[in-house]
C-alpha cells in the first residue's frame, strides 16, 4: 500500500506529466516516454539545441550546453535532488508521499547515498572512499584486471565452439567489471551473476515515470541486495578481511567520525553497484561503435596506443550515462537566465557531448579527436564519478583485449539495448569471434570461425 502511494505520487504523475509533454511533441519528454525513439535520442537532442542556454524540458529546464552543464555541476548554488524529493510537488502529492514515508531500502538517489547529499555529509562519505580509486590504486588492479579479461575471453572462446554467437554483454563486458568491483571491496566473486541480476533489475530506479510492474520490481531487488549488503557488512565487522569494505566498517567503529550502518550500507552499495552497471555498457557501447565504424578499428590496430584515447571518445559519442539533475540551492542566475530556490535542472550529458562548440563534427566517431577526453561522460565538480580512473582502465583493458584477441569479431545480428533512460547501452550484443589472434593454451583453439 505505501508502495502504491508511493509510486502514484512520484513515477505515477510524472508519467502523466511526461505523456502529457509528448502528446505536445516535446522532444525532452518523447526521449523520456518512447524506447524507440531512445534508439537514436541524439536528434531528438539536437531539436533541444539553440542559442538559449535552457531548454523547455517535460517537466523541468534541460540544458544540452558543455559550458552550462559544467557551470551548474561546479556551482555551489545548485545542489543534489536527492535531498528533499518532495520539494517542488503539488501538496497533494507531498502529503501522499509523506504518508507513504521513506522507502524501505536505500536506492543510489535517496540519502544518505553519496550521489544525493551535499556537503558536508558528501565530503565525509567522499573521503572515506576516494583513496581506494585514486589513480594510483587503479593502477595496481591493471595487471589483475587484464588476466580477468583474459580468463574471460578463454570462457569465451569456449563457448563458441563451432562458430556459435556468443552474447558479449552476458558472458563479457558485465562480467568483467562486476569481477573487477567484487575483488576490489571484497565480495564474494562466486556470486558475480547474483549481483548481476540485482543490479539489472535495480538500475531503472535511477530512471522517472517507471510503470507500477518496473518500480515493483527495482523495490524488490534493491531490498534483497541492501539486506545481503547488510548482512555481509555484520560478518565482516565479526571477522574483518583486509579488503575496502573491512576497512570501512572498522574506520566506522573506530573513529567517532565514521559511517553508521545505513550510511555504511549506503556507500558500500553504490560504490558497487555504480562499479558495474555503468562500465558495462561503456564495453558494450564501445564494442558496437567498433563494428560500425571499420576505418577507427583499422587505425586501433595500426596504432594501440590510441586505445585511451578510443575510450574517452566512446564515452562522448555513447555515453553511458545519458543525464543527471541538480536542484537550485538559493536564486542565481545561470548565463543570464534568472532560477528560482528549489527548481530543478536537468543536465544532459549526452547531449552536452556532442556539443558543436566544443567538438568539432560532434557526431564522428574519430578515436584521434584531440580533445576527446573534454567530455562530461563522467560529469564534473564535487559529485565527478568516483569512478573514472577505474572505470577508464577497465575500458581499455576489455576492449583491447578483446579486439587483440578476435581480430575477426563481428556482430551476429542486431543488439538489444537496455530499456532504461539514464543508463545507456546494451542488454546483449551477439558476436561471432572469428580465428583468435594466437593461441597460447589448447583451450583457446576451439575458437572456430563464425
Ligand atoms: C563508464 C563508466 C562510468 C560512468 C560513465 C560513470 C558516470 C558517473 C557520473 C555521470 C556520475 C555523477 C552523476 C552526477 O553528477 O549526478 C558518477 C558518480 C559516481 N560514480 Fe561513476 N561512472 C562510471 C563508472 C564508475 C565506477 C567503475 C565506479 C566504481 C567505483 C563508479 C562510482 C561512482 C560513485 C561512487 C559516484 C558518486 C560520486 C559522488 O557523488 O561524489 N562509477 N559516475
Known amino acids: 500500500m505505501r508502495s502504491a502511494i508511493r509510486w502514484a505520487a512520484t513515477h505515477g504523475a510524472m508519467r502523466l506529466a511526461i505523456g502529457a509533454q509528448a502528446r505536445r511533441g516535446n522532444p525532452d519528454a518523447e526521449v523520456l516516454r518512447d524506447a524507440v525513439v531512445r534508439e537514436d535520442p541524439y536528434q531528438h537532442y539536437e531539436r533541444l539545441r539553440t542559442d538559449a542556454p535552457f531548454a523547455g524540458g517535460a517537466f523541468a529546464r534541460v540544458s544540452v550546453h558543455h559550458d552550462v552543464c559544467t557551470e551548474v ?5 545548485f545542489g543534489v535532488i536527492g535531498g528533499d524529493r518532495t520539494k517542488g510537488l503539488p501538496p497533494l502529492l507531498r502529503k501522499a508521499l509523506r504518508l507513504a514515508g521513506p522507502r524501505p531500502s536505500i536506492g543510489p538517489l535517496d540519502p544518505p547515498s553519496m550521489l544525493a547529499v551535499d556537503p558536508p555529509e558528501h565530503t565525509r562519505y567522499r573521503r572515506m572512499v576516494s583513496r581506494a580509486f585514486s589513480a594510483r590504486a587503479v593502477t595496481h588492479f591493471r595487471e589483475r584486471t587484464e588476466q580477468i579479461a583474459e580468463e574471460l575471453l578463454d570462457d569465451l572462446a569456449r563457448d563458441a565452439v563451432g562458430g556459435q554467437p556468443v552474447d ?5 563486458a558485465s562480467l568483467l567489471p562486476v569481477t573487477v568491483i567484487s575483488e576490489m571491496l ?11 541480476a540485482w543490479g539489472d533489475g535495480a538500475s531503472p530506479s535511477l530512471d522517472m515515470g517507471l510503470t507500477w510492474s518496473t518500480h515493483r520490481s527495482v523495490e524488490r531487488n534493491l531490498a534483497e541486495l541492501d539486506s545481503w549488503f547488510r548482512g555481509h557488512l555484520r560478518r565482516l565487522r565479526a571477522d574483518p578481511g583486509d579488503d575496502l569494505l573491512s576497512q570501512l566498517v572498522v574506520a566506522a567503529d573506530d573513529d567517532g567520525s565514521g559511517l553508521s550502518e545505513q550510511e555504511l550500507v549506503a556507500t558500500a552499495a553504490l560504490v558497487f553497484g555504480a562499479g558495474f552497471e555503468t562500465t558495462v555498457n561503456l564495453i558494450g557501447n564501445g564494442t558496437a561503435l567498433l563494428f560500425g565504424s571499420p576505418d577507427q578499428r583499422r587505425l586501433l590496430v595500426d596504432d594501440p596506443s590510441l586505445w585511451p584515447n578510443a575510450v574517452d571518445e566512446m564515452l562522448r559519442v555513447e555515453s553511458p550515462v545519458q543525464r543527471t539533475g541538480r536542484r537550485v540551492k538559493r536564486d542565481t542566475t545561470v548565463h543570464g537566465v534568472p532560477l ?5 535542472v536537468l543536465l544532459g550529458l549526452a547531449a552536452a557531448n556532442r556539443d558543436p562548440e566544443v567538438f568539432q563534427d560532434p557526431h564522428t566517431f574519430d578515436v584521434t579527436r584531440t580533445n576527446a577526453r573534454d567530455h562530461v561522460a563522467f560529469s564534473s565538480g564535487i559529485h565527478f564519478c568516483l569512478g573514472a580512473a577505474l572505470a577508464r582502465m ?3 583493458v576489455a576492449l583491447r583485449a578483446l579486439f587483440q584477441r578476435f581480430p575477426d569479431l563481428g556482430p551476429a ?4 539495448r537496455r530499456g532504461t533512460i ?23 583453439s576451439t575458437a572456430v570461425p563464425g
Not at 571484497?186 to 548481476?196: T, Y
Not at 545480428?413 to 538489444?416: K, M, N, Y
Not at 551477439?430 to 597460447?440: I, N
Request: glycine letters at 14%; a negative charge.
Open 186 to 196: 571484497g565480495v564474494p566473486v562466486a556470486m558475480r551473476e547474483q549481483f548481476l
Open 168 to 172: 558479449l554483454v552476458a558472458r563479457y
Open 422 to 444: 539514464i543508463l545507456r547501452g546494451y542488454e546483449s550484443l551477439p558476436v561471432t569471434l572469428g580465428h583468435p589472434a594466437s593461441a597460447p593454451s589448447g583451450e583457446r
Open 394 to 396: 577497465e575500458g581499455e
Open 73 to 77: 555541476l561546479r556551482s555551489d548554488d
Open 413 to 416: 545480428g542486431a543488439g538489444r
Open 340 to 344: 528560482r530556490e528549489g527548481e530543478l
